[in-house]
């Protein structure tokens, strides 16, 4: 009798793991979206190591880009079903889900709270004057916005640089300490904003 019992015991736990590697409750593929919900921008010195971002108020002007972030959240998400017996089924498998970008950026702009030069007084868009190094090549704004809305999504929400830095290409020749306020546009119509900390520029 106890034989039977054993055996019994162990035929369910056997068909338990068994669906546990093969039943999900998965369903089609599931799109997740991630959207938009803020940006900021930090000063790099691209002089420094990797280069990097930071706190230094005096930058060389050939040195100098605007390290931009964009903070995704993640919109929709269906849970998983998990069928409850012996154990958790469906822990020994994950489902497959399509991240991808609610919205796209349309436009990047960049301006100073300064007069930067005779042609770009404050409050004008110096965009032109910035380029994005992608592997070896400089490229313009525009181009790297075209690629970026081309980038899969990624898995993990959070915030992202969106280049690993915008890099200036024209010194001053008005007033050496600017402010640099970015705009970026998005494809659903929302324009978000942010600023550096005050530079100057040698």
Known sequence: MIKKI?????????????SGCVDCNCGPI???????????AKNIDVALPQPTTTDVNVIASANYAIQIEIKKRQLVLRKRQINWGLIQT???CDCAYNFMDKEDVLSLEIFSTNDFDASHPKNTD????F???????????????????NLPSSSSPGAFSFSNGFRLQVAPS????????IRIT?????ILETETTEVELT
């Open 186 to 190: 998005l494809s659903d119509g929302r």
């Open 126 to 129: 110096l965009s032109l004057y």
């Open 131 to 149: 380029k994005v190094k992608k592997d070896q090549t400089l490229m313009s704004i525009a181009d790297y916005i075209k690629s970026y809305n």
């Open 174 to 181: 008005t007033n050496k300490k600017h402010k640099f306020m």
């Open 6 to 18: 054993f055996f019994v015991f162990a035929l369910a736990l056997s068909l338990q793991l068994i």
């Open 90 to 92: 469906a822990q020994a």
């Open 30 to 40: 599931k799109d997740i979206y991630w959207t938009v919900f803020g940006i900021s």
